[in-house]
């Protein structure tokens, strides 16, 4: 399938981590990558590596484009980039570094072929990814976590001993450009409003994310109305489901707090529910979700417990960061949609809520009018801090809201001051300790992405754990 690329030009569309990742493999099969990106930085720092490197502006003149044999795109590239779609135009291949990754797998360019195991969704993915890693782990499988979880697969088929099953997260982008990726067993855990801008609209977001259900086994979560329904279009040769509930005969569940599987064996009890970290709904159906994954490939039943009973989650997923007076602080950073932050704040009774950032596109209308008997007070900021406060006053009114949005706000003593985002978050978890008593949770689940104010989620994260840790008891219950 490769040998089209040997002697001639591919191009590597995105100079980031899965883009270096890329280079090594197009050599040992013959081929010579040649660098595009936006970045004059990035491209320096590519030429300095002694590859070559084009501008778009370059790529973009007339026949530019006919000297390569494949352009192999980062996942964040839109397909309407004008270097994409001109390529799709002029009729040469545009694949993922995903895609990629398949086929060098499929042509056994670093020993036998691997069995993929994809997790995809809106929310829950890494997570359900460490999970499955953690039981292979513990059934003594040579395995390895990659894709969206930081590892590129490329760089996890190269390790030496190589893998024999990869967990591979995947993300709605990833599956977009790899059409081909046929997993062993893959998993769409749910399905809500998220990046719709870049796919332009939930019907393509959706059906990007079905990409997983391509394989052996697909599975797909059934409390998700969205991923449910996926499964009536599921082109796996076999497809389950798994519920917070109790299971029907194809499907795993829950039973008087274990977790059952009567889609693999007859009836086999897996874990128990307060062995799962995180703790609540979210955690149990993740946790389900890699119970189906392993059991698919016939991981024994005690090895998914002692897989899940080890694995703990990750800082700023659901994470407790102290208790202060009697109330508990928790870091869900990674609640970058009105989705996630959902299952963030139904985890307790009762919330101050910390919420803010990008929306991209989605709604929160439905998420307040749900949550908001659960809401003591909210603190709102950045760029989408009116949409939520707006939301809130029309769902909850009677629930206090406290929007931050500028240096005033924020505790400088200058509305025009330029704030550091630090600083906001310093002052949005002083006011919402400051409405918090005993039995309280400050719950940062953001319902947002971080990017209008701070460099990720993790940043964001690492500010809220700051901000919380420099805290002392004066500052509960003392709303300003």
Request: proline letters at 5%; glycine letters at 10%; hydrophobic letters at 50%.
């Amino acid at each position: 399938m490769l040998e089209f690329l040997r002697g001639r030009d591919v191009l590597v569309a995105g100079w980031g981590v899965s883009g270096r990742s890329l280079v090594e493999p197009l050599q040992d099969i013959g081929a010579r990558p040649i660098v595009t990106d936006g970045g004059a930085k990035a491209l320096a720092e590519a030429a300095e590596l002694g590859l070559a490197t084009a501008t778009s502006a370059d790529l973009l003149e007339p026949d530019a484009l006919q000297r390569f044999a494949l352009v192999i795109t980062s996942p964040g590239w839109r397909p309407d980039s004008p270097v994409l779609a001109s390529a799709v135009t002029e009729g040469i291949p545009v694949w993922g570094d995903v895609e990629f990754a398949w086929w060098v797998d499929q042509a056994r360019i670093y020993g036998p072929v691997r069995k993929w195991l994809v997790i995809t969704g809106t929310n829950g993915k890494t997570t359900t990814t460490q999970m499955t890693h953690s039981i292979l782990r513990a059934a003594g499988i040579p395995s390895v976590a990659c894709g969206n979880i930081g590892l590129p697969i490329l760089d996890a088929l190269r390790r030496s001993p190589g893998p024999q099953v990869l967990a591979v997260e995947l993300s709605s982008f990833q599956l977009h450009w790899a059409p081909s990726v046929r997993p062993e067993a893959g998993v769409v855990l749910n399905v809500a409003e998220d990046h719709l801008d870049w796919h332009g609209g939930l019907d393509a977001y959706a059906a990007a994310k079905a990409r997983a259900l391509t394989g052996r086994v697909g599975v797909v979560g059934l409390d998700d109305q969205v991923a449910a329904a996926l499964a009536r279009k599921s082109k796996a040769r076999r497809t389950v489901g798994f519920r917070i509930g109790v299971p029907a005969d194809g499907e795993l569940g829950v039973v008087d707090g274990k977790l059952l599987d009567r889609a693999f064996t007859k009836a086999a009890i897996l874990a128990e529910v307060g062995d799962i970290s995180p703790p609540g709904p979210a955690g149990v159906a993740d946790a389900l979700a890699a119970a189906a994954l392993t059991r698919s490939i016939d991981v024994a039943p005690q090895f998914v417990k002692e897989g899940l009973q080890e694995h703990r989650v990750g800082p700023h997923r659901a994470a407790f960061v102290r208790e202060l007076c009697g109330v508990e602080f928790v870091d869900d950073s990674k609640a970058t949609n009105p989705h996630a932050a959902r299952s963030s704040i139904m985890a307790h009774q009762s919330v101050i809520w910390v919420a803010g950032g990008q929306l991209k596109g989605a709604s929160v209308e439905d998420l307040v009018e749900e949550v908001r008997e659960l809401l003591v007070a909210a603190v709102v900021f950045g760029a989408d801090a009116a949409v939520i406060a707006a939301a809130l006053a029309r769902h909850a009114p009677d629930v206090p809201v406290v929007e931050l949005n500028s240096g005033d706000d924020a505790g400088m003593g200058d509305p025009f001051a330029e704030v550091e985002p630090e600083a906001v978050m310093a002052r949005a978890v002083r006011v919402a300790a400051g409405y918090a008593t005993r039995g309280d949770t400050v719950l940062l689940a953001p319902a947002a992405a971080s990017l209008d104010m701070f460099a990720d989620y993790t940043h964001r994260g690492r500010s809220f754990v700051a901000a919380v840790q420099a805290l002392d008891e004066k500052d509960i219950g003392r709303t300003e």
